[in-house]
């Protein structure tokens, strides 16, 4: 498939294609303009063969849908198109509206950056009214019904529910935006099935940031009643506003990827490789005992190099090995030992958003990035591994209750 880049049509930037800009923004608006198209077709329907299910007793009746297509801007999108036949005269009665939407039209630059404005501050109403008219659609062929429909489905898809989704992993990790990052949460269901649960534009990954977006993850219905595997980098601040949050409910692994990357940083560059391939001989060891046993042999060697080194792999150690504690790292290792889930993500968004030499404003990133997002996520695969997401589970709530028991024993 061609990939395509999402440009910005708000900011009117010239370095950009503005034809290709109205191309990707339509295509998050498409759903809301073939509502509008639909309804202007069962309006001219209903003013030839009657209401459905009330004929007016003339020749003409509906003859059910053919697959049909329509323009919406420059885009052509197929739909279902409603048929009419005058049955005395044994002939097709073309539908005027639907002939009208069969050439392409121009787009106004300045409607459509209303409408975009609207969603980015979600005013959906507001935004559905515009819908016609973006697509040269007559506004008085659009009815209350569908501007409140239309309204109630564009806001959903912006501020989905959680509630039905069963999560037992979140990748988190920021991409950088000129001087903020954009922090997403990746969510794997028990099924192994991958989707975006938010994301957070901060300066920082900064505990109480993390933790308020974690708290708006649980108050639109992420479940915390099992744990949840969280798999971050080394970010303190994500840590600690994740778990200030679930508490007991999150397990962290931490990425061996950025640990290790972190470790080497501090040694010479002839020396790199060679402990780079021991830290990750280390950690491929299918059993924490062993896995320890073999970085604490590093940790040796590296004393003689350098302390900084060291103090660099003893920080978090522990985390980096939860995969190993579960005894779950050869079944999942592939998918969670690191981010690479959720750089994916960031690679791909780069694709969208890698030609934007300046960031103007808050709203123009995070327009971007929903934008994106929303284009990559239908090409998520499963995680490799998923047959074991319910043994991981299981693993989870067992060290909870052994460290709880042995909480009560002490106490």
Known sequence: MKKKRVKEVIDND????????KIEMIKLLIPLGLDAIKEVLEEEVNHLAGERYRHNGGDIKRWGKNNGSVYLGNQKVKMKVPRVRNTTEGVEVPLESYNAFQSERPIDDSILSMVINGVSTRKYEKVVTKIPETFGIKSNSISKKFIKSSSKRLKE?????LSQDDIVAIFMDGKTFAE????????VDIDGNKSILGFVETSTENTIVIKRFVRELVDRGLKIDDEILFVIDGAKGLKKGIKSILKEKAMVQRCQWHKRENIVAYLPKNEQKRIRKKLQDAYNCSTYKSAMAELNKIKKELKLMNESAVASLEEGLEETLTLHKLSLYKELGTSFKTTNCIENINRQMEQYTGRVCYWKNSNQRQRWVATALLEIEPKLRKVKGHKYLKTLRERMRQINERAINSEKKVA
């Open 180 to 187: 903020n990052d954009i922090v997403i949460a990746l969510g």
């Open 157 to 161: 898809l912006l501020e989905r529910d």
């Open 14 to 21: 010239n370095h950009f294609d503005p034809n290709e800009a």
